[in-house]
């Protein structure tokens, strides 16, 4: 089996590239500085991706941008950064990536838990991560071959908390969060939402 991890080099998505590579998926992990590289919101560089790859069984999506900030102070260009990348970055990779998709194969999206339980200052990511979740239950009606699209919601993962100068303890490593994308893409449905093991709202 042959997956692609676009953002492959960061906090979730190297985890999720381990955890992978260890059930025995060959593994492409892209970025937009890896060896082989894509941007999600370039629509060339992701055709050239596809061309480079190949037929996949899965498309892995752990990137994206979107702005954290208070509500009045949120730009409308902190807006367009945040649906430009993380959205339609990852409305195109479904769009581009299902011809390449294997018969049975998933696309999983990412989104993020401020979509469900929102800290102040998560406006413009939680719009996203809500319109994401609308889109692949959309979408999941047109996609046929037994293809599915899903998209999972991690909390914030124990790395991301250290790096922000939280403590870390109350959420999950990206090692565990890679585990409950790996049973997303085994067990998941067309369309689904899905959560980290122990964090559904
Ligand atoms: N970490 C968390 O606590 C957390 C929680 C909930 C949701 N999420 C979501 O999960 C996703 C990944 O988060 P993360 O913390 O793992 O991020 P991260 O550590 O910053 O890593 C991001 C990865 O994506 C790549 N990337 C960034 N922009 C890209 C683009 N336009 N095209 C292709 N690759 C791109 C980066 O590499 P290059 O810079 O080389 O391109 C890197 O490999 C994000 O959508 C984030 O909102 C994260």
Redesign the pocket.
């Known amino acids: 089996m042959k997956a692609i991890v676009?953002?492959?080099?960061?906090?979730?998505?190297?985890?999720v590239v381990k955890v992978f590579e260890d059930t025995g998926f060959e593994v492409l992990?892209?970025?937009?500085?890896?060896q082989l590289?894509?941007?999600?919101?370039?629509e060339e560089?992701l055709d050239n991706l596809f061309r480079q790859s190949g037929n996949i069984d899965a498309i892995v999506?752990?990137?994206?941008?979107?702005a954290f900030g208070e509500l009045e102070k949120l730009s409308d260009r902190d807006f367009s950064l945040s649906i430009n990348?993380?959205l339609m970055?990852?409305v195109k990779l479904l769009q581009k990536g299902l011809h390449f998709l294997n018969p049975g194969g998933t696309v999983l999206l990412?989104?993020?838990?401020?979509a469900y339980k929102p800290w102040p200052g998560s406006s413009a990511?939680a719009m996203v991560?809500s319109a994401l979740e609308g889109f692949v239950r959309a979408a999941a009606l047109e996609i046929s071959d037994n293809k599915k699209v899903m998209v999972i919601?991690?909390?914030?993962?124990?790395?991301?908390?250290a790096k922000m100068g939280m403590d870390a303890l109350p959420?999950p490593p990206?090692s565990e969060?890679a585990q409950s994308y790996l049973e997303a893409v085994s067990k998941g449905k067309n369309g689904d939402a899905l959560f980290v093991n122990g964090h559904k709202p």
């Open positions: 676009i953002g492959g080099t960061g906090t979730i998505g190297s985890a992990a892209v970025s937009r500085n890896s590289k894509a941007d999600i919101e370039n560089s999506c752990a990137a994206g941008n979107a990348s993380k970055g990852q990412t989104g993020g838990i401020f990511i991560n919601h991690p909390p914030l993962v124990a790395e991301t908390a959420f990206a969060v």
